[in-house]
């Protein structure tokens, strides 16, 4: 990804994009869960996907800081303050997607596993809907 400034439209548009990437790495995620439940793939495999999801997830927070910060900094008064806001959202999210991702690594059991793939699932929809 480049730093070059993007006009705003373009700012929203790729991370709109973005959001449709991911949910569709959940969906593939959720599958790989179905089929290790039909003996049709491997636990490793599931974990491997909620690894790289996590390193997309990492990358697209970084996007939206790099260009989405100058232009909420800038946009009013309040501006300051909301980016702030944004840089403290995007730590919590963080510290809770590598909690997500140590439990799928620690899963003991296919149960475990397919649990946890859930939760990170509906916690990371339920980012991508406040966040539009």
């Known amino acids: 990804m480049t730093n070059e400034a993007l006009m705003p439209s373009e700012v929203r548009r790729k991370v709109l994009s973005q959001h449709r990437e991911i949910e569709q790495m959940l969906s593939e995620l959720e599958a790989g869960i179905e089929q290790l439940a039909q003996g049709e793939a491997e636990a490793s495999q599931v974990k491997r996907a909620a690894y790289a999801l996590r390193g997309i997830l990492e990358l697209h927070m970084n996007f939206e800081e790099t260009h989405m910060v100058p232009a ?35 899963a003991s059991s296919d149960v475990d596993l397919a649990t946890s793939v859930s939760r990170l699932a509906a916690r990371l929809r339920n980012d991508i809907e406040e966040e539009e």
């Not at 008064?77 to 730590?91: K, T, V």
């Open 72 to 106: 909420i900094e800038e946009s009013d008064g309040f501006g300051p303050e909301r980016a702030r806001h944004l840089h403290a959202e995007h730590e919590e999210q963080r510290r809770e997607l590598d909690k997500d991702v140590d439990q799928i690594r620690e």
